[in-house]
């Protein structure tokens, strides 16, 4: 059973920054994707950037060029480093692994993480 616990939201003014991180463990799988959902009121949930088990990465365009996804080394932590934040970013955050190679839909994701709320203010 594969289990992610996300960490780092908080408070930021636009133009600021914050780093999330996800505990990832039991994540066995040789081929998987992981990604960064987000979910704001009265909002579908939309995948933010994804990566998979070789290293590729995929981005929103909403979040090109201002965020990063990443992994440690040892593949037990996932990073997003948010840069020059929005407050259109502001949302509750899930990280959430999947089986399928180059997931993107959140319906794929069959782990999930219970989500980091991140506010932003203009």
């Known amino acids: 059973q594969v289990h992610l616990v996300e960490s780092g939201g908080g408070s930021a003014q636009a133009g600021g920054s914050l780093r999330l991180s996800c505990g990832v463990s039991e994540l066995t799988y040789s081929w998987y994707c992981m990604g960064w959902f987000r979910q704001a009121p009265g909002r579908e949930r939309e995948g933010v950037a994804f990566?998979?088990?070789?290293?590729?990465?995929d981005y929103a365009d909403s979040v090109k060029g201002r965020f990063t996804i990443s992994q440690d080394d040892a593949k037990n932590t996932l990073f997003l480093q948010m840069n020059s934040l929005k407050p259109e970013d502001s949302a509750t955050y899930y990280c959430?692994?999947?089986?399928?190679?180059?997931?993107?839909?959140?319906?794929?994701?069959?782990?999930w993480g219970q989500g980091t709320p991140v506010n932003v203010s203009s």
């Open positions: 990566i998979a088990s070789d290293g590729r990465t």
């Open positions: 959430a692994a999947s089986a399928v190679p180059r997931a993107r839909r959140p319906e794929l994701f069959g782990y």
